[in-house]
């Protein structure tokens, strides 16, 4: 079955900089990755996704990079701000079906 | 706004206890998942439904079981609690369009299980 791994599990910055956090995956018939943000407390919400057609996608502040040979994909937060601080997943799903397998989660600090 | 429900936002329950967690879903959504979270190991898919009365196991099915009489409604039983269930549960749904696409998942608010 599908496994994705999430690497750091635990990040931390300085405000201003810049975090990546990195998955891989493992069944190359995956084809769509999505990128969930959890503060504390609170339930997971995506803030970013990307499909298996794309290499890449911007949203302000946020990014994703898809390199589908190396099956891996990545999150890029620039400019960091301590509001970033939260438990980011990456998840994968399965072309034709509807299981979505998430990562270990990566713990982000930011701090001030 | 989607919602997404869970009945009860903290449980505790003794063991060999049968114990129902209960999640609706106000969207219409076709797929429906349940996933425990445990510190260092993520979001552990439990069961998935992707369809009324249809389920499938995800990767620890063990010890649960689950029921989805309903497109809004889909529970998450735990036949005989055991302490190693003790953990927070999460039930989130998402749409398909119909197409077999996947999309965003949104998650209820998190049902945190004791077992004693």
């Known amino acids: ?112 | 706004d989607v919602k997404v429900t869970q009945s009860s936002r903290y449980l505790v329950k003794r063991t060999g206890e049968k114990v129902f967690l209960e999640c609706v879903q106000d969207m219409d959504h076709e797929n429906m998942f349940w996933y425990r979270q445990d510190p260092g190991l993520g979001l552990r898919l439990i069961y998935f439904s992707y369809d009324v009365k249809m389920k499938e196991k995800g990767d620890i099915p063990e010890g649960y079981s689950v029921s989805r009489e309903k497109k809004e409604r889909f529970s998450l039983i735990l036949e005989s609690a055991s302490t190693n269930q003790t953990s927070m549960y999460l039930c989130a749904s998402s749409s398909s369009f119909g197409t077999g696409r996947n999309t965003e998942a949104f998650f209820g608010q998190g049902t945190r299980l004791t077992v004693v």
């Open chain 1, 1 to 112: 079955g599908e496994n994705v791994e999430q690497h750091p599990s635990t990040l931390s910055v300085q405000e201003g900089d810049s975090a990546v956090i990195k998955c891989t995956y493992s069944d190359s018939a995956s084809n769509y990755f999505p990128w969930y943000k959890q503060e504390l407390g609170k339930r997971p919400q995506l803030i970013i996704d990307i499909r298996s057609n794309v290499g890449e996608k911007k949203d302000q502040r946020i990014a994703v990079t898809l390199n589908k040979t190396a099956k891996h994909f990545s999150l890029h937060i620039t400019e960091t701000q301590p509001e970033d601080s939260a438990v980011y997943f990456c998840a994968a799903s399965l072309s034709g079906g509807f299981k979505t397998i998430f990562g270990a989660g990566t713990r982000l600090f930011v701090k001030a």
